[in-house]
Structures are given as C-alpha cells and as structure tokens.
C-alpha cells in the first residue's frame, strides 16, 4: 500500500443516517463499519492505539529495558514493533 492514511484523530459521525461511519478531525470521511458500532469504535480508536502503543515501545527502548531487564518481555516487544508496522505499510 503506497497511499498514506489519514492523520487522526478519528471520530465516529453520529449521524441518524450514518451512526457508525468514521470521520477524521476535518469532518472528512474515513470509512463506513456497514452497521457495525463496534467496528467503528474500534476502528476510530485506532490512531490513538497506535501512539500509545509507540509511546509505550520508545519508553521501553529508551529505558534500556530491551535487552538488559525481564527477558520475557522481549517478544512482547517485537510483536508491538510487527503491529506498528503492520499499521504503518
């Protein structure tokens, strides 16, 4: 995928006619769950979720925890890194 996504934050519209489309902080359209809330919550959720989950990789990095600290989380690490690119492609 070559196009790059919408900046958030995203937010559902809330309309009668559209209650589960996501609009992003222009009012623009982002995508429409079909008549599914959840999808949409989560789906409006989604750049939140990934700053947080960077946030959260960086402080752990920084914090030279990656390779010195609890081993265990190690792949906890790499899945998050996996997920942030996956969203980022």
């Not at 559902?12 to 209650?19: I, M, R, V």
């Not at 959840?38 to 789906?43: D, G, M, P």
């Not at 947080?52 to 990656?66: I, K, R």
Request: charged share 20%; hydrophobic share 35%.
């Amino acid at each position: 995928m070559s196009e790059k996504h919408t900046p958030g934050p995203w937010t559902l519209l809330n309309d009668e006619k559209y209650p589960d489309a996501v609009i992003d902080s222009n009012g623009e359209f982002v995508c429409d769950t079909g008549g599914n809330l959840h999808n949409a919550r989560l789906i409006a959720s989604a750049p939140d979720l990934l700053a947080a989950l960077e946030g959260l990789v960086q402080t752990f990095v920084d914090g030279s925890h990656y390779e010195t600290q609890n081993p265990y989380t190690r792949p906890q690490i790499k899945t998050a890194l996996a997920a942030i690119a996956k969203a980022k492609a």
